[in-house]
């Protein structure tokens, strides 16, 4: 219950959002990576809901009580980390027919993000198990990776912008144009070649 919290789940829905506006934007184009962008716009609405009701906290508590017979938040990063590696061998190859450097910019988003939310993460953990106790250093990781987080989130938004540019395509709402995007003249191709305007 922070702004740092309220913003990252903001940021985490409109990303949802925007990218299911993306995947419309390249139905006719690439079915196969609409669905890739599909997909993950459902995963980021799910991690929305995460960071506003903290369901990876709970997780971490119950699997502590289970395996250490004590509550360790913290454990949530081993399943996250599984999670993670699993979602990244379905997806990648649907989303690898992105442009380079669409694919580029949405590779460090994601980096920058996972340095924020699960390296920063288990810093602290080690932290407070080293420590016994929450002390200035740990106030200072936890900005650390909220910062990470966001500047991740931002990242991967504007990579958006992009790939909705590199479609080709406007969406349109009834007879109106809602959203236009226009492929910049020097972009770098699609590893499909270039969609039809």
């Known amino acids: 219950m922070n702004i740092f919290s309220w913003y990252n789940t903001g940021l985490l829905l409109l990303n949802g959002v925007f990218l299911f506006v993306v995947a419309a934007l390249w139905r006719r184009n690439d079915r196969m990576l609409a669905r890739g962008l599909t997909?993950?716009?459902?995963?980021?609405?799910?991690?929305?809901?995460?960071?506003?009701?903290?369901?990876?906290?709970?997780?971490?508590?119950?699997?502590?009580?289970?395996?250490?017979?004590?509550?360790?938040?913290?454990?949530w990063l081993f399943p996250a980390a599984v999670v993670v590696v699993i979602t990244v061998a379905i997806l990648l190859p649907m989303l690898w027919r992105m442009p380079r450097r669409v694919m580029t910019i949405m590779g460090i988003s994601g980096v920058v993000y996972l340095l924020g939310a699960m390296g920063m993460e288990a810093f602290g953990w080690h932290l407070i198990e080293s420590r016994?106790?929450?002390?200035?250093?740990?106030?200072?990781?936890t900005w650390v990776e909220e910062s990470l987080e966001i500047t991740g989130l931002t990242i991967f938004l504007f990579a958006q912008t992009l790939a909705g540019?590199?479609?080709?395509?406007?969406?349109?709402?009834?007879?109106?144009?809602?959203?236009?995007?226009?492929?910049?003249?020097?972009?770098?191709?699609?590893?499909?070649g270039q969609p039809p305007k």
Not at 165 to 177: E, I, K, M, N, Q
């Open 39 to 75: 997909l993950l716009g459902g995963l980021f609405l799910l991690m929305s809901l995460d960071e506003m009701v903290s369901i990876h906290e709970r997780v971490g508590r119950e699997l502590g009580m289970l395996l250490l017979g004590r509550e360790v938040v913290y454990l």
């Open 132 to 141: 016994g106790q929450w002390g200035i250093d740990y106030l200072f990781s």
């Open 165 to 192: 540019a590199a479609s080709g395509h406007s969406l349109v709402f009834g007879s109106r144009v809602a959203l236009r995007l226009e492929p910049q003249a020097a972009s770098a191709p699609s590893r499909q």
